[in-house]
């Protein structure tokens, strides 16, 4: 739009630097198609030196952001988002050479907490009316479902 040259969105050039900054983090962090190209690609050995600096630069980014009143945003109240980025890339800094010594690429979307949630939805939907097993219940529901996806 700003391009375009709409007059609401004449100075919105820091908006769009942080859209793009988090959008692309968003694809780094989320990459589940072996296939993807660009930022959803898989970090491997031929994208890893680009794609770890651009982290490096998210990273900073993200501890230069302010609030209205010039407190760094890592500083306030509103501290727990930008905190959960910086440990992911500084994760993601830490795995991705480590696992790339014994695999081809990793798909980033496998370090989703999606999975987990998709557990815990099943064993509270496992208990029936019961949403809080005891840890006996627990157990039990555990070795169904492991039984369900033919672990033996």
């Given at each position: 739009m700003r391009d375009l040259r709409y007059s609401q969105f004449k100075d919105c050039e820091a908006t769009a630097e942080f859209i793009e900054m988090i959008d692309r983090l968003f694809d780094t962090m989320n990459g589940r198609n072996p296939r993807a190209k660009g930022f959803k690609s898989p970090l491997g050995a031929l994208n890893w030196l680009e794609r770890k600096a651009f982290l490096s630069r998210a990273r900073e980014y993200l501890l230069t952001l302010v609030t209205k009143d010039g407190t760094p945003l890592h500083r306030s109240k509103r501290y727990l988002s930008v905190i959960g980025f910086v440990i992911n890339i500084d994760t993601l800094m830490l795995m991705i050479p480590e696992l790339l010594q014994v695999q081809r690429y990793v798909l980033t979307y496998r370090f989703s907490q999606d999975?987990?949630?998709?557990?815990?939805n099943s064993i509270r939907a496992s208990g029936g009316w019961n949403n809080n097993p005891s840890a006996r219940q627990f157990q039990a529901i555990f070795r169904r479902l492991m039984v369900?996806?033919?672990v033996s």
């Open positions: 999975h987990l949630e998709l557990l815990f369900r996806c033919g």
